[in-house]
């Protein structure tokens, strides 16, 4: 499902998913969870559990603090990092292992 990225990231909450949008996503990851031979009946306990949403929650709280605002994002020894290229990413990584 693709829905537009609000102009205040801080919008994106609970609320402004739909049920459609939630049946939807619910079944193309329910089958992503068949599809990589995961116990589907774990599964799908883990996904009805209101635990599993409110540590989504918190995931999602935690990211926009951070200033997260789309996936992929990367952290590289506590800062927020942007490479263009692979062996961009790369050189970030070992430069960072040099120290």
């Known amino acids: 499902m693709v829905r537009p990225v609000p102009e205040n990231p801080t ?10 949008d939630v049946a939807v996503e619910a079944d193309l990851f329910r089958t992503f969870a068949e599809d990589l031979g995961l116990d589907v009946a774990t599964y799908d306990r883990a996904v009805a559990d209101p635990a599993t949403l409110e540590r989504v929650q918190q995931d999602m709280n935690d990211a926009l603090a951070l200033g997260v605002q789309g996936t992929p994002t990367f952290f590289l020894n506590g800062k927020m990092i942007a490479p263009a290229t692979t062996d961009e990413f790369r050189k970030l990584i070992d430069d960072a292992l040099e120290g």
């Not at 919008?11 to 459609?20: K, L, P, Y």
Request: hydrophobic share 30%; no cysteine; net charge negative.
């Open 11 to 20: 919008e994106m909450t609970r609320e402004s998913i739909t049920s459609a």
